[in-house]
């Protein structure tokens, strides 16, 4: 209940903000490619689904402020479980599904071109490991924590009025796994945490 009255208040306030005098908005869509930094499996192979919306407003002629609410599929791939010939069984991947509120500080470069940075604070949908037959049921508990909080880098290429090319990268800070907050002792250094790391390509469109 806490979760959708949450998502409720947030969706309410871009509406409004967006219908207020001297606010800009619009909508995101596009497509994220992610990895899971301590995870064992290296590149940008899982790929998801971006969709949201945004309110903004200038700060200064050539600085303004952005929030975002989006929808985000993160997670890390194992290419090897597709591969007939080659088939590794051995190193399980991770799916998981965010509503994300980044909030952004935007510098006018010239025209056409922003620069952007920002912090984000993720909520968790739905997380959980895969292997080559699916969804790995052994988790009594969802294995990931609630929140994935990062930062991020942007740039905003304006294509025209209402269309700009938008791509970032963004990082978490803290870990991820549940099980990477454990008691551990303090010489085990073969643990370090589980990180998202996701580089996105999206089109915002400006109402």
Do not use: W
Request: with cysteine; aromatic share 12%.
């Amino acid at each position: 209940m806490l979760r959708k009255s949450a998502i409720l208040l947030c969706c309410g306030f871009l509406t409004i903000s967006i219908q207020a005098q001297n606010f800009g908005g619009g909508v995101i869509l596009g497509l994220s490619t992610s990895q899971v930094g301590g995870d064992d499996l290296g590149g940008f192979n899982k790929a998801g689904l971006l969709v949201g919306a945004f309110v903004n407003k200038s700060i200064s002629e050539l600085l303004s402020g952005q929030m975002e609410m989006t929808f985000i599929h993160k997670g890390s791939d194992n290419p090897n479980m597709k591969d007939s010939e080659h088939k590794d069984y051995s190193q399980e991947d991770i799916s998981s599904s965010y509503i994300e509120i980044p909030l952004l500080l935007q510098y006018q470069q010239n025209s056409k071109l922003i620069i952007e940075g920002g912090v984000q604070l993720a909520y968790l949908i739905n997380g959980y490991y895969n292997d080559s037959y699916g969804k790995i049921p052994i988790y009594s508990v969802d294995p990931f924590i609630e929140y994935d909080f990062g930062l991020l880098l942007g740039i905003d290429y304006r294509y025209s009025e209402h269309i700009s090319l938008n791509t970032r990268l963004s990082n978490s800070i803290l870990p991820i796994g549940a099980e990477d907050y454990d008691v551990v002792d303090s010489y085990n250094s073969s643990r370090k945490g589980k990180y998202n790391s996701v580089l996105s390509f999206a089109i915002h469109y400006n109402l």
